[in-house]
């Protein structure tokens, strides 16, 4: 096994935000199929630190960093931004997803439409596990987005309850294997 996972590309998961938030990553059905479905496709590294981070960062050039919080923008942590950016002009992919858009807006407004992997129509609405659904009065708003950045790209998913769908959209993001495995009978 030690041999198959050496092979797999590594995501660094960027979580900096609310130790709840954190903590979530530690059950991988947490976020549904998300990280179940990341874990078959990747190798997976946690920095729960600034310094951890800067350190994985000093020493490794992962895949792909996948910001799961939005600790990543908090004043004390702002040192990591720059790194983001600079890992996506230089060929990475970020992707900010997961809990990072609990905090801020779940669709983002003025990206271009060739950036904008889905837009909503006039039957779309906004899901929650706690309130009821709510249609989407902006359809120029996107919940998910993917740009290129320099010679890599960024994208954002604002699905925090992280569904079937979104954990593609994530695979897709970081270029890695959708196909399922399928049990022969």
């Known amino acids: 096994m030690a041999n198959a996972n050496q092979q797999k590309p590594v995501i660094l998961l960027l979580c900096l935000g609310d130790k709840w938030m954190t903590d979530m990553l530690d059950d991988p059905q947490a976020f549904g199929v998300g990280i ?3 874990l078959e496709k ?3 590294k ?3 630190s600034l310094g951890g981070a800067l350190k994985y960062l000093n020493e490794n050039r992962p895949n792909g960093i996948l910001v799961t919080d939005p600790g990543v923008i908090a004043p004390k ?3 990591i931004l720059g790194r983001l950016v600079a890992f996506a002009q230089s060929g990475g992919t970020v992707v900010f997803s997961f809990c990072f858009a609990s905090n801020i807006n ?3 407004d003025g990206v271009s439409r ?6 909503p129509t006039n039957d779309s609405h906004v899901e929650s596990m706690v309130f ?3 249609r989407i009065a902006n359809q120029a708003q996107t919940p998910v987005a993917f740009s290129r950045v320099g010679d890599g790209y960024v994208g954002y998913t604002g699905d925090v309850n992280q569904e079937s769908g979104t954990s593609m959209v994530l695979l897709r993001m970081f270029n890695l294997d959708t196909r ?3 049990e022969e009978l």
């Open 132 to 134: 009821p659904p709510d």
């Open 36 to 38: 179940e479905l990341l």
């Open 77 to 79: 942590n702002r040192e």
């Open 106 to 108: 779940l669709h983002l």
């Open 42 to 44: 990747a190798q997976l």
């Open 180 to 182: 399922q495995a399928v």
């Open 114 to 119: 060739e950036n904008c992997w889905y837009l």
């Open 46 to 48: 946690r920095a729960k």
